[in-house]
C-alpha cells in the first residue's frame, strides 16, 4: 500500500510538473525570457528523480508563480515602451525636441536584455526597463501638456488679437499691424519659438502676456471711441444752444486722426477736453446771460439818479458784443464792470440823498428853536440839492459837508436850546 501510494503521488507530481512546463512554455511564446523559471523547474525534475516529492511540487509551484512574474514584467515594460515609442512620435509631429526621450527608450530596451541575480536566480531586467520607460513616458507626457497649453495660449492670443483688430473699425489694419500691434505681434513669434527651443513655460508666459497686452489695448480704443463720440454729441448740443467753437472742432479733429493713427490715450484725452470746454463755454454763457441782465438793471436804475452812466453803458455793449460772438468770459468780465459801476452810482447817489435829508432836517429843526439861519446855509443847501438832482454828486457831498460845518457852529452857539444831539451824518 505505500508503494503504491508513493507512485500515485509521484505520477500526480509528473502531471503538475507537465502542466508547469506547458504553462512556462506559453509564457515563452509572449517573448518573455523564462530561463530562470526553466532553471527552476529542472530542480523540480531532480527532486523528482530522487524521490523528494514535496520538494519537487514546491519547485513546480515556484516555477510556474516565476515564469507568470516574468511574463507580466515583460508584458508591462513591452507597454511602456510601446507607449513611449508613440509618444515620442506624436511629439515629432508637433516638432517638439524629443532626443533626450528617445535616449531613455534607447536605454528601456536595452534594459530588456540585461540580466540581475535575485535570490541565486539569474532573470531579465523587465522590471528596470518599465521604471525607466514608465517614467520617461510620464515626463514626456508632462512636456506634450506644456506643449499643448502654450500652444493653445499662442492659439487663443492670435485669436483674439485678430477679433480685436476686427473690432477696431477707426484704425486701418495697416496702422494696427504696423504700429498698434507690433509689439504683440513680435511677442507671440518669440512665443512661437520659444515653443520650438523647448523653452515651453516661457512660450505661455510670453503669449499670456500678449493676450493681456491686447486686452488693455482693446479697452484703450473702446474709452477713446467713447470719448470721441460723447465729444461729438457735445459740439452738436453746444451749437444748438448758440455755443461755436473753432478751436474746439479742430481739437475733435485732432483727436479723429489720434484715434485713426492708433494714439488711443491721446484721443482720449483730447475728446475728453473737448466735452469739458463745451460744458464749460455753456457754463460761462449761462454767468455771462445772468451777468448782462443784472448790469442792465443796475445801469436802469444808475439812470433814474440822473448821474452820468456812459461808462457802465460802454462796458454793458462790450459785454453784449462778446456775448454775442460767444466770448463768454470777456461778456462776464465787462458785464461785471459795468455792475459794479451802476451799483456804486446808485449806492453813492443814495447816501448823498440820505445826507441831504438829515441835513435838511437838522436846519428845520432849528429853525423851529427860534434859531436864525443864515442865507449862507440856505444857499448852501439850495446848491447841494440842484447838484444832486443833476447828478453831480461830487460838489453836492461838498456843499453838504459845508452845511454840516454851518449847522455844527450853530448847535454849539445854541446848544442850551436843543434838547439832544441828533444822529451824525454819514459822509458820502
Known sequence: MKVFRKKKEREEI??????????????????????????????????????????????IIKARKHASMLAKKYKGARRII?????????????????FEFEVLLAKAKKRMGETIEEKDLVMPNYGGAQRIASRAYKAALDK???????????????MI?????????????????KKVFAEVTRSLKEADNSIKKGELIEAYDTSVEAEKRVEALKRSYKDA??????????LVEGKEKGIRSSELVKLHEAAGQALVDGN????????????????????RKRRAKETIEKAENAVEAAKNTGFSVSESQDLLEDARWAFKRGIFQRAINCGEDALKKATKISS???????????TKKKMNILRELGVEISNELDEVMENAEKNLL???????????????????????????????????????
Open 82 to 98: 510601446g507607449q513611449l515609442y508613440a509618444r515620442i512620435q506624436k511629439m515629432k509631429e508637433h516638432g517638439m525636441n524629443t
Open 161 to 177: 488679437l485678430e477679433d480685436t483688430m476686427k473690432s477696431m473699425a477707426y484704425v486701418d489694419e495697416d496702422t494696427l499691424r
Open 264 to 283: 488711443f490715450e491721446s484721443a482720449r484725452l483730447k475728446s475728453i477736453e473737448v466735452s469739458g470746454e463745451v460744458r464749460s463755454l455753456d457754463d
Open 14 to 59: 509528473q502531471r503538475e510538473l507537465q502542466r508547469a512546463k506547458i504553462s512556462v512554455l506559453e509564457m515563452k511564446e509572449s517573448g518573455a525570457n523564462i530561463a530562470s523559471a526553466a532553471k527552476i523547474l529542472k530542480k523540480a525534475i531532480t527532486h523528482l528523480k530522487e524521490g523528494r516529492h514535496e520538494e519537487a511540487r514546491t519547485e
Open 390 to 428: 443833476h447828478g453831480d454828486y461830487v460838489n453836492s457831498n461838498e456843499e453838504l459837508m459845508i452845511a454840516r460845518v454851518i449847522i455844527g457852529s450853530l448847535e454849539r452857539k445854541h446848544h442850551d436850546l436843543i434838547p439832544e444831539v441828533e444822529e451824525r451824518l454819514e459822509t458820502a
Open 144 to 158: 506634450m501638456r506644456e506643449h499643448e497649453t502654450a500652444s493653445n495660449a499662442i492659439f487663443v492670443a492670435e
Open 225 to 234: 471711441v467713447e470719448a470721441y463720440k460723447t465729444a461729438e454729441k457735445s
Open 348 to 358: 453813492i447817489h443814495l447816501k448823498v440823498s440820505q445826507n441831504l435829508v438829515k
